[in-house]
């Protein structure tokens, strides 16, 4: 073994033992978590071992896509630090030896609260991409949603879950290709659409940007690319846009009205929730229009930067929904606690995006069965230490607001 390898298994050796020392508690977990080699899924404790072992694996373009959010990223930070604002307030000799996780949103019956979120080309973190989400989804019995930049059919997933998804829909600019999308998505027995409203002309990814800018790969190493070496085929390489003309059709439109979702309703039968939406006029504008569902979401920090944490918002948006519709969250969701304080404020139920992507992409199917495992068993732990015995128990009276943000 050479000089450089010592020294580097002995910091591996001092950084575990960091992480089990109390003097070392106050450190981020996640900053623990960056020397970890897992051998298997099973050995990780906590979904940020996961984030460094995807960070090891993923070439810097694609990690960048999936960990930028906008501007300084800011937003993206914001969405996992709010969740500190409150604190879990315990409760004692409640009989908790008969605990259930499980859970019904729009007709859809789920072993837990936690979906996966809509993330485009998982494929360029696992080949397995969405149907090995799809897989892990059925394993664990849960809801997953697909995205229409998927680059795996819609076909192929429902089949890998065995039951159908939830979809979720980019507008385009043509209505008639967002139609046709939904009847496709219809006609695998889905019957939830969740319309993304919050991206309606562009962003701004400085992180993506600069990570590709550091990867030295050739583009068509992944890409189809023109005679200069860059990547072409924009929509029309995604399988949910076979057999549409994608001619002069753009992801999303900025035109985009309340009066779209009156649209929609009136061409499919699939419940819709809109997704995106972080203010309590816009929910009850919701309602209003006909929305059957509220997914209050920041697109990962990747929308606006707002410099606030979709938690944040949730109170505000399940008041202005005024009980007509469910509300759900996504946003920063990193432990099982997390997702017990958005139950707590109103939330029906509650998705994770790049925490099970780090799973996909460490481990495939397995990983992401490993992420969901931890979640769930997280959120018992915090069910069972405030007397909680089911999601419909967990009420605002759990938590204490401390009205502040720590870092």
Not at 128 to 154: C, F, N
Not at 230 to 237: D, E, F, Q, R, V
Not at 334 to 362: E, M, N, Q
């Amino acid at each position: 073994m050479n000089n450089n390898n010592e020294i580097d298994t002995g910091r591996r050796r001092l950084l575990r033992w960091m992480a089990a020392s109390p003097l070392f508690a106050a450190l981020p977990r996640e900053a623990l978590a960056q020397e970890v080699t897992l051998a298997a899924p099973g050995e990780a404790l906590d979904v940020f071992e996961f984030e460094a072992m995807a960070h090891r694996i993923v070439p810097p373009a694609h990690w960048g896509y999936l960990q930028s959010g906008v501007d300084d990223d800011r937003t993206l930070r914001a969405n996992q630090q709010a969740f500190s604002r409150w604190q879990l307030k315990p409760r004692r000799l409640v009989d908790v030896s008969n605990m259930s996780l499980a859970t019904q949103v729009l007709g859809t019956r789920m072993a837990s609260p936690v979906f996966l979120c809509p993330i485009g080309s998982l494929g360029a973190m696992h080949p397995d991409g969405e149907v090995g989400a799809a897989r892990a989804a059925k394993t664990r019995d849960q809801m997953q949603v697909l995205s229409t930049q998927a680059s795996k059919s819609i076909e192929d997933a429902t089949a890998a879950r065995g039951a159908p998804l939830w979809f979720q829909l980019y507008t385009t600019n043509r209505f008639e290709a967002a139609v046709q999308m939904c009847r496709r998505a219809a006609a695998t027995g889905t019957s939830v659409v969740t319309v993304t409203v919050d991206s309606p002309a562009g962003r701004n990814t400085e992180t993506a940007s600069r990570l590709r800018r550091e990867d030295q790969r050739p583009c068509r190493a992944c890409h189809t690319v023109n005679d200069r070496g860059n990547p072409t085929g924009g929509l029309s390489t995604k399988p949910m846009f076979a057999g549409l003309d994608t001619q002069g059709l753009g992801l999303t439109s900025a035109s985009l009205t309340w009066d779209y979702v009156k649209r929609l309703k009136d061409a499919t039968k699939m419940k819709i929730v809109l997704k995106g939406i972080e203010a309590g006029e816009d929910a009850a504008l919701a309602v209003k229009a006909g929305a059957d569902g509220i997914l209050v979401s920041n697109h990962g920090g990747r929308a606006l930067e707002s410099g606030r944490g979709t938690i944040e918002s949730l109170s505000e948006v399940v008041k202005g929904a005024g009980g007509r519709i469910p509300v759900m969250l996504d946003g920063g969701v990193r432990r099982g606690s997390d997702v017990f304080k958005a139950l707590a404020l109103g939330a029906s139920a509650v998705g994770i995006g790049r925490p099970y992507v780090w799973g996909l992409a460490s481990f495939g199917q397995q990983g992401v069965e490993r992420v969901l495992e931890i979640l769930n068993n997280e959120l018992r732990l915090a069910m069972v230490g405030c007397g909680t015995r089911n999601v419909s128990e967990i009420k605002a009276s759990s938590l204490i607001d401390t009205g502040r943000v720590r870092d």
